[in-house]
């Protein structure tokens, strides 16, 4: 993998990072626009077990829904990334988070 597409994974997922540590409910749009801008994006939390059940969260609408209570909630863990490993094949990246 080329050093500059590690590079654009580490940014954008630091970009993440930082939304969810300023939770600043007035730039959630911004925030958004780290999401493909299509209905088939998933995000997945931790305490996911199967598709469309706790924690699994499809579509642009409601992922938006979750982010923003998540930071309207001060009581929710923040997003953080201790240690990251980024796996590419072709045009797929696959970020695996350690913690």
Same mark, same amino acid.
């Given at each position: %993998?080329?050093?500059?597409?590690?590079?654009?994974?580490?940014?954008?997922?630091?970009?993440?990072?930082?939304?969810?540590?300023?939770?600043? !409910?007035?730039?959630?749009?911004?925030? %958004?626009?780290?999401?493909?801008?299509?209905?088939?994006?998933? %995000?997945?939390?931790?305490?996911?077990?199967?598709?469309?059940?706790?924690?699994?969260?499809?579509?642009?609408?409601?992922?938006?829904?979750? =982010?923003?209570?998540?930071?309207?909630? !001060?009581? %929710?863990?923040?997003?953080? !990334?201790?240690?990251? =490993?980024?796996?590419?094949?072709?045009? !797929?990246?696959?970020?695996?988070?350690?913690?």
């Amino acid at each position: %993998m080329q050093t500059n597409t590690q590079d654009e994974i580490r940014s954008t997922l630091q970009k993440f990072q930082d939304g969810y540590t300023a939770r600043e !409910v007035g730039r959630l749009d911004d925030f %958004m626009q780290l999401f493909a801008p299509n209905d088939e994006i998933e %995000m997945i939390g931790i305490g996911a077990a199967k598709r469309a059940a706790t924690e699994w969260f499809e579509g642009q609408s409601r992922i938006r829904e979750i =982010v923003g209570n998540d930071w309207l909630c !001060v009581w %929710m863990w923040m997003a953080v !990334v201790l240690f990251l =490993v980024i796996y590419s094949l072709g045009e !797929v990246s696959d970020p695996l988070l350690l913690a």
